[in-house]
C-alpha cells in the first residue's frame, strides 16, 4: 500500500521524522546586526571572548572591608573613600579601614568582604557594623563565564535571554542561519480577504492570517500569495509560480477527499506526494510532499486543524530545517479536571487551560467546543492537552498538556 492511499494513517512521529527528510536543512548563513537577530538560529558555536564579571564586584551598595579587620570588641572602622560602578578597578583598601562602595563597583584591592549598607550605623568618617560574614556580597572575576569557554552551541534560537548573553560579551554581529522563505497560500472558493465585504457564500480567510502569525513570529521569512480557486489547474499555476521563489510552500484548505480538494493532484503533477493522512484529530487531512524541489506542507482548511497541525507537525520540521537544535515540545504532566472517556483512533489535540484547585495544585481544563472549525477555543486556551490514541482519562490522571507559550515562542 502506498503512503498516499486512503487506509493508511500515519503517526504523527512518522510524519514528523518523514516530514524532516522532504525539507531541506538550511545552508545559507547572514551575518546580522545582534538587535535584528531575535528568533534567528545560530549558525556557528560562540565562545566568550572576555570573563563575565571582569573583576570582582560588589554585589550590594555598602562598604567594603577586611572581615579579620572586624576582631571583637572592634565593630567600627574608618571610612577611606567611595567606589562607584565604572571607577577603574585598580584602588586599594587601605589596612584597618573601610570604603563605601556602589553595587557592580570593582572591589578594592586587600577587601574581602561587603557589609550591605542596611547592616551598618553610618556616620561621615566611621561605620559601625552590626553584622559582618567574610567574603560576601562579592562577584567574583569569571564567576559566571570564563574567556574561551563555549558561550552558544550552533543550533541554539536566539530568544531575549540569548541576546542579552551575547550582548555581555560584545558581540555586535552574530552569524546566523538565513531565514527559510515561506509561502503561504489559501486555497478555497469561499475565501475573502480582509478589509472586503463578504458576498453571500463568502467567508473571511482566518488561516493567511493566523499561519502568518506564527511562521513569523518563530523567526521565518514569510510570503502571503493570492487565494487559490478550487480548480486543478488553476492550483498547478499558483503552486509553479510559488515554488520557484520560496523554500517552502505552506497551503491550507483542498487537502481531503472532496470533489473541490485539488491540492493533492495539482503537487502530483507537479512534484510528489510523500504523505498524506495522519493519525491526529483535528488535522487528519494533513500532507506534504514536493512541487518541483519545493518541499510542501498542505495543512487542513478548517482554522483549528490548520494551527494545530501546525504546531505539532511542521513548527518542529521546519525548525529543524531552519537549523534549530531544539525543536520538540515540552509535554508537562497534569492532573486533568475533565474525563476523557471515548478512546478515539486519532492522537487527540485539546485546546485547554491550566487553573488552580482549591487546595492550590495546578489542574488543567478543557474547552466545551473543540470543533476544529472554531478558533475561540484556541483563544480561550493556553496550550494543548495531548491524549494519545486509544486512550481514557479518568478526572485527576495526569494527562499530556502543551502550553502554548512554549510552541509560539
Ligand atoms: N468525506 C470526508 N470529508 C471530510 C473529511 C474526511 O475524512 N472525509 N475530513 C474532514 C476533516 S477532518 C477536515 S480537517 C476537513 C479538511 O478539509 P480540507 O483540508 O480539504 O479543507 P477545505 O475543505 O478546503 O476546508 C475545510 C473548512 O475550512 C474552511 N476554510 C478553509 N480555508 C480557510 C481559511 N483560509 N480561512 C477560514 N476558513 C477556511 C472551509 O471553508 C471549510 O469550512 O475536511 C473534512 N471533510
Ligand atoms: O482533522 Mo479535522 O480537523 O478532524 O476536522
Redesign the pocket.
Known sequence: MSVCDQGALHSIEQAISALKSTLKRQTATQSLALSAAHQHILARSVYAQVDVPQWDNSAMDGYALRANDLQPPVNSLPLAGRIAAGDKPEQSLPAGQCMHILTGAPVPLGADTVVAQENCNISPKQIQFNSCKAGSNIRRRGEEIEQGQLLLEAGTRLRAQEIGLLASQGFAEVEVYTPLRIGLI???N??CELGQPLKPGQ?Y????HSLSALFTGLGFTVTHYPKMPDDLQHNIDSLAQASREQDVLIS???????EE?HLKNAVSALGQLNLWRVAIQ????LAFGSVSDTPWIGL????A?ALITALIIARPALLHAQGASNCDHQTLHIPAAFDWEKPRARQQYLHARLALQDNGQLHVEIHPKQS??MLSAASWADGLVEIKPQETVEKDDLVGFVGYAGLLG
Not at 282 to 285: D, L, Q, R, T, V
Not at 300 to 303: A, C, T
Open positions: 489559501s486555497s478555497g469561499e475565501l467567508i480567510d482566518i488561516n493567511s491550507s484548505g483542498g487537502v481531503s477527499v472532496g480538494d483535528p488535522g487528519k487531512p487542513p482548511g478548517n482554522p486543524a476544529s472549525a
